[in-house]
Structures are given as structure tokens and as C-alpha cells.
């Protein structure tokens, strides 16, 4: 049985983002053809969205190609007999059962893979705290942006203040286009640096 490739997981997010945040960059510094700021700043949400969401999906199937190659831990966790060779399909039931495991933090995301996977081959225990710092905070504009709700928006501005000095809160798109979108260009290129600190 063919076991999963890691480094195509790798190479396949670090390209997608790196497109986006070149794309990102063009769309920043263009004059005519989106050149309302407004229209910039819906982009620039837009453009968060899609990050995370690849980070999402390379997160899970990261997982899946490290429990497809060390099953071990998995069936301790589980207290399960799994096999030495178990299919792709079987990993994923395994670690996500039939629907989806919502994990909001990167620290959260380190305990699990320290719980499912050994530690020689925990390729998550390598992302940096800098990173996996941005990454939070890039999920806490992504949770307002897809809620709207008082309670997202109150952790934002926490996040604002704490992290970032605002003492007044500002929609994601005026946040990520601030300085010729230099926040949003840092929460791609943290998902960028973990995957490479993972990989390394």
C-alpha cells in the first residue's frame, strides 16, 4: 500500500500560498483596476478566508498522511488495534469520525497530534510559537469575519489591543489593508513558515 506523501502536502499549501499572497500584493498596489479602497478591503478578507481555509484542509490532511505512515499512537489513544498499514480512508475516519474536528488553536492542534502521533514523527511540534501566534490571531479574524456576533467581536478587539495596540475596533478589511496590507502579508507567511518549520 502506498503510504501518504508529507512533502506533496508541504509543497502543495506553500505553493497555493505563496500565489495568494503574490496575487494579494498586486491587488494591494494596483491603481485602476481595483482601486477603491473598499473594494480592496473586501478582497483582502476575502483573500484571509482562503488562507485559513488552506490551512485547514492541510492540517487535516497532514494528519492523515502521519497517521497513514505511523498508525502506533492513533490505536493507543484509541485503545484500538489498528492495522500496520492502514488506507488513507481509514485514517481519516479515524481522526475525524464522519464529520469535522474543530480545533481553534494551534495549541490545540499540538496537543492532539501529541496525543495521535509519536513524537519523533509529530511534524507539528515544530511550529513555531511567532507562528503559531500569528495563525491564532489569523483564526480570530476569520471566526468574526464568518460569525458577525457580539462575542467574535469582542475577542477580536481583545486581540486588537493586545496584540496590536488598537484601542479602537476596526473591521477585518480596514485591519488587513493597514500599511500596504502588511498583516494580512504576515498571517499568509506564518502558514507559509510552519509548513516549512514541519517540513524541516
Known amino acids: 500500500m502506498n503510504k501518504a506523501n508529507l512533502r506533496k502536502c508541504h509543497k502543495d499549501l506553500e505553493h497555493s500560498l505563496g500565489r495568494l499572497s503574490d496575487f494579494a500584493s498586486r491587488v494591494l498596489a494596483a491603481k485602476q483596476v481595483v482601486g477603491d479602497a473598499e473594494d480592496k478591503r473586501d478582497l483582502m478578507e476575502a483573500f484571509l478566508l482562503r488562507a485559513c481555509s488552506r490551512w485547514e484542509r492541510f492540517v487535516e490532511e497532514q494528519l492523515v498522511a502521519c497517521v497513514n505512515r ?9 485503545a484500538a488495534e489498528i492495522p500496520s498499514h492502514p488506507s488513507k480512508e481509514l485514517c481519516r475516519v479515524l481522526l475525524f469520525g464522519n464529520g469535522y474536528r474543530n480545533i481553534k488553536k494551534c495549541s490545540d492542534l499540538k496537543k492532539f497530534a501529541k ?3 509519536p513524537e519523533a514523527s509529530n511534524p507539528f511540534a515544530k511550529i513555531k510559537p511567532d507562528d503559531a501566534k ?4 489569523a483564526f480570530e ?10 462575542h467574535s467581536r469582542r475577542t477580536l478587539a481583545k486581540i486588537y489591543e493586545t496584540n496590536y495596540g ?10 488587513l489593508v493597514a500599511d500596504g496590507g502588511a498583516r494580512l502579508l504576515a498571517f499568509i507567511e506564518a502558514f507559509r513558515s510552519a509548513s516549512k518549520s514541519m517540513s524541516a
Request: charged share 30%.
Open 70 to 78: 505511523f498508525p502506533g499512537k492513533l490505536g493507543e489513544y484509541l
Open 115 to 117: 496525543k495521535v502521533l
Open 134 to 137: 500569528r495563525i491564532d490571531d
Open 141 to 150: 479574524v476569520r471566526n468574526y469575519l464568518s460569525h458577525r456576533s457580539h
Open 166 to 175: 488598537l484601542k479602537n475596533f476596526r473591521e477585518p478589511g480596514q485591519f
